[in-house]
């Protein structure tokens, strides 16, 4: 059974940082794409950053030079370093692995993050 466990998200003040994690099991980790996603309330959920299984790592425009995605293959983790946090970075952010070949995705469900004074 495959699971993605999101954790770390919380209340911040605008301007803050904070550290979300993935946990994955049940998937040969290391050859999959993760992303993290967000949803706000009322929009559609959007990517935020990904990173490949070689490592390359790709950014929404409004997560460039503010937020960092890495693995961990070693412990099947992927987190998202967000900094310079802003009142619009408030949304439910959600793990999520592809894997083309596979024609797989799974998603986790989610964690809540609100960047508000």
């Known amino acids: 059974q495959v699971q993605l466990v999101e954790s770390g998200g919380g209340l911040v003040q605008p301007g803050g940082s904070l550290r979300l994690s993935c946990a994955a099991s049940?998937?040969?980790?290391?050859?999959?794409?993760m992303g993290w996603y967000r949803q706000a309330p009322g929009k559609q959920r959007e990517l935020v950053a990904s990173?490949?299984?070689?490592?390359?790592?790709n950014y929404a425009d409004s997560a460039k030079g503010r937020f960092t995605i890495s693995r961990d293959n070693a412990k099947n983790t992927v987190a998202l370093q967000m900094n310079s946090l802003k009142p619009e970075d408030t949304a439910a952010y959600y793990c999520?692995?592809?894997?083309?070949?596979?024609?797989?995705?799974?998603w986790g469900k989610g964690t809540l993050v609100t960047v508000s004074s």
């Open positions: 999520n692995s592809k894997h083309w070949l596979l024609n797989t995705m799974y």
């Open positions: 049940g998937i040969t980790f290391s050859i999959y794409e």
């Open positions: 990173i490949t299984s070689g490592g390359t790592t």
